[in-house]
């Protein structure tokens, strides 16, 4: 990240949207570059620090789907995708994906902005930090299993102090799991725990898939294979004792 800024790098092929991003942002105090086409976005990685992408799904050559599963494979950039298209499965894709946000067309800039900065934020609170090996806080710290998951911070740390990403809606639900240990939380109630799920329909197949990835960040070892057990017809149970710190 730059010294007092952050780079964005919006790619859209809809050049009044792009203008008009790229307006919003520059006075709100980014850096921004701009892109019509996503053949050129691994270019504009190699010869700038990007914090956070901004991009568009239907785009002229790769699509925004295909770049952003490569760009979650080789880095924990922050991805945010935006679409004209209200189908489900393309938010469920782009969660599968490892997107931290997905938003439709016409967008709010206000909102957006709001998405970004708590993207960004997040992120910079799972950077590496030069403290003991313990990670500890000044914060309230969940310890479960393996793991400690700072609420002061928004951080899940591993015993040995590394940082693991979570996006929002991972951490909102692993803090309701958390909160409710042993007890079965149906996929209503963890619908509610995501704050997009406000503004937007959200099925029981999204919090799936956000399972599906809590899963296989929380459940590294074998002796864990059953964190998040899946109670059929019901919903899921967290099944770890949680100690506060």
């Not at 010869?47 to 599963?69: F, K, Q, T, Y």
């Not at 409710?180 to 959200?202: M, S, T, V, W, Y």
Request: proline letters at 3%; glycine letters at 6%; aromatic letters at 6%.
């Amino acid at each position: 990240m730059k010294a007092d800024k952050y780079h964005l790098l919006v790619v859209d092929d809809e050049p009044v949207t792009l203008n008009n991003f790229i307006d919003y942002f520059e006075v709100a105090g980014f850096f921004v570059t701009a892109l019509e086409d996503g053949r050129l976005v691994n270019e504009s990685l190699a010869n700038n620090e990007i914090d956070l992408v901004l991009l568009d799904i239907n785009l002229p050559g790769e699509d925004g789907l295909s770049i952003a599963r490569e760009l979650r494979r080789t880095s924990d950039i922050g991805i945010i995708l935006v679409t004209g298209r209200t189908d489900d499965i393309d938010r469920i894709v782009g969660i599968e994906i490892g997107a931290d946000d997905y938003v439709t067309k016409p967008v709010n800039p206000r909102e957006l902005l709001a998405r970004i900065k708590s993207i960004l934020w997040r992120m910079s609170k799972d950077r590496p930090e030069t403290t003991t090996p313990s990670g500890n806080s000044t914060g309230t710290i969940k310890v479960f299993s393996n793991w400690c998951l700072d609420m002061e911070k928004q951080q899940l740390r591993s015993q040995n102090g590394t940082p693991v990403s979570l996006t929002g809606a991972e951490y909102n639900i692993l803090m309701y799991f958390t909160d409710h240990p042993g007890l079965i939380i149906n996929r209503d109630q963890l619908i509610n725990q995501i704050d997009e799920a406000k503004d937007e329909n959200f099925s029981s197949r999204t919090v799936d898939v956000l399972i599906g990835r809590l899963r296989k960040k929380l459940e590294t070892d074998k002796s864990e294979a059953t964190l998040i057990e899946t109670v059929w017809g019901k919903g899921y149970r967290f099944t770890s004792q949680v100690k506060i710190t």
